[in-house]
């Protein structure tokens, strides 16, 4: 399969915890973009990656809230003490000119009891 | 703040017949309104894109009608099939930036 992974497909955790999810964009796609998606609504920005340089954050990225791309590969996003309001699917697009040409991956979809 | 309002929210159509979804914006600097269709657990997927120059743009069943002074964008599904049963989302981007405003949605179901 040659298009954005995400890993995991699903996760239910207790409030409190932390949870990383991980996206694997499509090979050589050096722009990265992660969104948010509640139920009912469309997604939400809220951060993007050029390589391992990430120059753009959402408001909505809270300092709860951290994403990486350590090697400009695969990317982290991770999540402390997460709360309820954190449930939401959690989507990862990548690209190799921009966010016109973004795929985009299935997504995780977190759950937090 | 809706940066793209969508309507309807949800929308039956006959099979054969045309589905026609609305959006409309406010920010003039925006300068790429694409369409999404997503089916359940899986993640958006691009269906057609129009810039801001161009009146009306046809990918096979799939027209969108752009009408600049309103300000508003509209996607018309001709033929309309079951197949075609899901949400989908209109976007848009400001002029440059790395990140799209997607719409609320709109649920499709096409009935056989």
């Known amino acids: 399969d040659t298009g954005v992974s995400q890993d995991p497909r699903h996760k239910i955790t207790k409030r409190g915890q932390n949870v990383t999810f991980r996206c694997d964009p499509i090979?050589?796609?050096?722009?990265l973009y992660w969104y948010r998606q509640t139920l009912g609504q469309g997604p939400e920005f809220l951060t993007y990656?050029?390589?391992?340089?990430?120059?753009?954050k959402s408001r909505l990225l809270s300092d709860r809230f951290s994403a990486e791309r350590p090697k400009g590969s695969f990317s982290t996003l991770e999540i402390q003490r997460t709360e309820q309001g954190d449930s939401a699917m959690y989507l990862c697009?990548?690209?190799?000119?921009?966010?016109?040409?973004?795929?985009f991956g299935q997504g995780t979809r977190l759950t937090v009891v | 703040q809706q940066q793209v309002k969508q309507s309807p929210q949800s929308l039956i159509v006959q099979k054969g017949g045309i589905s026609i979804i609305n959006c409309a914006y406010e920010?003039?600097?925006?300068?790429?309104f694409p369409w999404y269709q997503q089916f359940p657990g899986k993640g958006p997927a691009l269906l057609i894109a129009?810039?801001?120059?161009?009146s009306e743009k046809k990918e096979g069943r799939f027209t969108i009608s752009f009408n600049k002074s309103a300000k508003q964008f509209s996607l018309h599904i001709m033929d309309s099939q079951p197949g075609d049963s899901a949400t989908y989302f209109c976007?848009?981007?400001?002029?440059?930036?790395?990140?799209?405003?997607f719409g609320t949605g709109t649920r499709l179901t096409v009935i056989p």
């Open positions: 697009a990548s690209s190799i000119r921009g966010i016109t040409e973004a795929f």
């Open positions: 990656f050029q390589n391992e340089a990430q120059l753009e």
């Open positions: 976007a848009a981007r400001n002029t440059g930036a790395n990140n799209l405003f």
């Open positions: 920010n003039t600097a925006f300068d790429y």
């Open positions: 090979s050589e796609h050096n722009r």
């Open positions: 129009i810039r801001p120059d161009v």
